[in-house]
Nanobody, 119 residues
Framework: VQLVESGGGLVETGQSLRLSCVASGFAFSDHDMMWVRQATGKELEYVSGINYDGADTLYGEPVQGRFTVSRDNDKSTLYLQMNLLKIEDTAKYFC?????????????RGQGTQVTVIT
């Protein structure tokens, strides 16, 4: 199993970023996926989840209404569109498999991509 995130960077508050996660080594279209994040010195935090076919999505309260999760099963790729970014969104973002809502059920996650939001 390999999950490779990209798309992070340094942006100002209010701007947008789109993260991607390319999956390989397993049947991507059979698995629910999620995005989680971890800020320096803090615990892993749930961001968003999507079921295996993209029909069902969930969001953590801090990102509700600003972030959108999606997937392209033909490309084995998971996405996270992040709009209206805030300073508190600064963290390393990981895509993960194992569940679409339970951080404690992650079976694999990628190496992450850093998102830094400044004023």
């Amino acid at each position: 199993v390999q999950l490779v995130e990209s798309g992070g960077g340094l942006v100002e508050t209010g701007q947008s970023l789109r993260l991607s996660c390319v999956a390989s080594g397993f049947a991507f279209s059979d698995h629910d996926m999620m995005w989680v994040r971890q800020a320096t010195g803090k615990e892993l935090e749930y961001v968003s989840g999507i079921n295996y076919d993209g029909a069902d999505t969930l969001y953590g309260e801090p990102v509700q209404g600003r972030f959108t999760v999606s997937r392209d099963n033909d490309k084995s790729t998971l996405y996270l569109q992040m709009n209206l970014l805030k300073i508190e969104d600064t963290a390393k973002y990981f895509c993960a498999m194992g569940s679409m809502r339970r951080v404690d059920r992650i079976s694999y996650r990628g190496q992450g991509t850093q998102v830094t939001v400044i004023t």
